[in-house]
């Protein structure tokens, strides 16, 4: 599956998805052995004023649209958590429905100029909401985050954030300041998290991750100097632990968990 990403809605349109956005969840179609959510509806089920054009997967094109936050639904629907979406639909289309719920909480959050209070007027142009008084534009916001597994030898370091939701250890993460690069971030996030230097940082991937705006950009770097002091208000514990006797771990499709199994898989 491939999606093309796009601003403006072509023509001609045989196939849709139609992404409700109510609050931070996602209205679905329920049904399938257990009544759960089984995917979104091909045609809106509430009224879509100012839709926003997502792009299209393999050809089926997708909208985004706001409504209220507990809506009145028809049967057969439901509203849906998008974590609890993770498992449920395929990568891609979680994907999509993260942009979907990130552009409609864009929209919804720009509604007046930044710098002068008169509300803005929405450009479909380029995405963005511009102010009629003083030309400000606001585009859907970005917060790139870091992740980084650090390897020594057969070891690797991951760390319990003191805000994880479950009793897992993962990768170290953190947000990117303006003016840094993120090999930069990278080395300065370990070291306040944990104390630790590294080195050899190389890129591997990355993943959007949409609570509420943010792309993970994942690394591996190599332990250069140091023992772990963790700073508490960010990490409840992190140790160097060897890579055929691992704690629990992130569930596989996060970059999280895959940054370990590729790791993992390097030993020997
Ligand atoms: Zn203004």
Redesign the pocket.
């Known amino acids: 599956m491939s999606f093309d990403h796009a601003v403006r809605a072509p023509e001609r349109r045989e196939r849709e998805l139609w992404f409700a956005v109510a609050g931070s969840k996602l209205v679905t179609v329920t049904g399938g052995d257990a009544g759960g959510p089984t995917g979104f509806p091909g045609a809106p089920v509430l009224p879509a004023t100012e839709p926003h054009y997502l792009g299209g997967l393999d050809g089926v094109h997708c909208f985004a649209y706001a409504v209220d936050a507990e809506p009145t639904l028809p049967e057969g629907h439901a509203v849906s958590d998008l974590r609890s979406l993770w498992s449920t639909v395929s990568e891609q289309l979680w994907a999509v429905a993260g942009k979907a719920v990130q552009i409609v909480d864009w929209d919804r959050t720009h509604r007046f100029?930044g710098?002068?209070?008169?509300p803005t007027e929405r450009v479909d142009a380029d995405r963005s909401r511009r102010?009629p008084?003083?030309s400000?534009s606001a585009y859907p916001r970005l917060a790139p985050a870091v992740i980084c597994v650090v390897e020594r030898g057969d070891e690797l370091l991951l760390a319990h954030g003191t805000r994880f939701p479950a009793p897992f250890y993962s990768a170290l993460a953190g947000f990117v300041e303006p003016g840094e690069s993120l090999e930069g971030a990278v080395v300065r996030e370990i070291r306040e998290e944990v104390g630790v230097e590294v080195e050899n940082v190389r890129y591997y991937g990355s993943q959007p991750w949409p609570f509420p705006h943010s792309l993970m950009i994942g690394f591996h770097a190599t332990w250069k100097s140091g023992e772990i002091v963790i700073d508490p208000s960010e990490i409840a514990d992190a140790r160097f632990f060897p890579k055929d006797d691992l704690p629990l771990i992130p569930p596989p499709l996060s970059i999280a968990r895959t940054l370990i199994d590729v790791a993992v898989a390097r030993r020997g």
């Open positions: 100029c710098r002068c209070g008169t102010c008084a003083c400000l």
